[in-house]
Every structure is written in C-alpha cells, then in structure tokens.
C-alpha cells in the first residue's frame, strides 16, 4: 500500500504537480514511517516548492533512518545542506557538508560532486556574511541603509505569508513573489554597495574571490593548479594526497593516477596574480 501511495506520487512529481506529489508521499510515510526513501522523495518535493523548513525534517528523518554512516544517506544530507543554505544557516550547512563529503570521498560515492558544490556554497556564503559584518563596520550609513532593505523585505515576506495562509494566494504565486522581493532586495543592496564604492573611491568595496580560483577538496584558492584527465584543476597537494589513497578521480571516480595529472599553468598565473592583488584572500 505504501509503496503504491510512493508509485503516485513520483507520477506527479514527474508531471510537475509538486503539491499532489507531496500529499501522496505523506501518505505513504503515514502508512510506513521507517522507509527513508518516502522521506528522500518528499524532500526534493519540497525543495520544489521551496518549503525549507519541511524539507530540514525530512532529510533529518532520512539520515536517522539510513544512519550517518551509511553511504545512501550522502543525498540526503544535500538535500539538508540546501535547506540550511535557504534558511539562512551557513555554518550548519558547511559543518555538515564538510563531514558529508570527506565521508563521500572515502566511500568514492556518486553524490561527491553534488557535496563538493554545496561546500563550495556554504563557504561563500560564511565568506558573505563576515563581509558584510566587515563593510556595516566601516561605515555606519551603509549598515542602517542594508538593515532598512531586510527591515522592508522582512515585512513584505511576513504580508506574503499571510495571504497564503489566508488562501488569497496560492503555492505557485507565493514562491514567484516571494523569490521577486528577494532578488529586488538584493538588487537594491547591490546598488547601494556600488554607490559606496564609488564615492569612497573603492574604500569600501565588497571583497569576492572567483569560483575558478578554488580548490574542489581544500576549498582554499590555489596555489599550484594540476588538471585531471577529465579537465577539472584541484591544487597539487590535495588531488595528490586523495589520488595516492583512492586512485580514482574524486568528480568522475574514474581510475587515476598521479602520472595522469597535468600542471595548468595559465590557472596558476591567475592565482598568483589574484593573491599578489588580495592579500586578503588567504583568509577566505
């Protein structure tokens, strides 16, 4: 029975009815709450219609089931990552990840790449909160401009809320407006950090380190950039480390070697280059 529930749910879900997708996986959690799979699906639902709190639970509840250790878990904890990137909890989402991929890793598991992108993303976003911290530091009038932005975003999302609860709008509405006023306010936060920027002739200017520059195991920027067969740079010490010990490519887990490295020469020019202009990034 509950598998037949699950069966009609990933009907719809393939249809795109993300809302019936979701009722019948909860029946058929309701009928037998120790599959994590029933949990698994109704999470990804979820992350359809960007219920961030829901989808945290179901993939706790997936985890508890498999148990930390075992390897079918590793999806679930991208699942859960993404909900805590959502709701605004970076240093849970990278303490978690950070395990989540070592242990994918060590078991040469498909959900290594996907990890390796949520760590990447968890970084970033600790990196983005401590530069705002830095910048609302060095200047007062842009602090209380950016806390006036998320003071007039949190309002509108708290109206949003209300007229869904209130069934004036629907699901698909609220996460079409919901997504519209998060933007505009980045938008708008963007604008304001260009503005100070340019009248403190760079002063106060919001330091970024590009994604290309960063090693896929360490997470630090590079300093001495190999590439693998399949076309991916890592820095020398760490893909070396990990091919010795796995012999296989850590994003396509194809066998390896450390012969089969090649040095990337023009990556390493732009890694020096960036590090000689933003001394700072050491500390990224």
Known sequence: MAQALKKKGNDFFV???????????????AKDPHDPTFFTNRAVTRIRLE?????????RAAINIYGKKDPASLKSSV????????LNRPQEAYDLTVAAYQFSLDVKHA????LSGMLL????ALWEVRETARLHEMDETLKSLEELINADLARAEKELQSQLENKEIGEIGYREDLTALQADAQKKISHVREAFEISSKGAIQ???VPDYLIDGITFEVMHDPVMTPSGTSFNRSGIVKYVDKAGIDPLTREPM?????????????????????NGWAVDW
């Open 206 to 208: 919001e330091r970024i």
């Open 111 to 114: 959900q290594s790449e996907k």
């Open 257 to 277: 070697t450390v012969k089969d490295l090649r040095p990337n020469y023009a990556l390493k020019a732009a890694c020096e280059e960036f590090l000689h202009k």
């Open 79 to 86: 699942y859960l990552a993404e909900a805590l990137l959502a």
């Open 15 to 29: 249809e795109g009815d993300y809302v019936s997708a979701e009722d019948y996986y909860s029946q058929a959690i």
């Open 51 to 59: 219920k961030w709190e829901d989808v945290e639970h179901d993939a």
């Open 121 to 124: 993303r968890a970084k970033k």
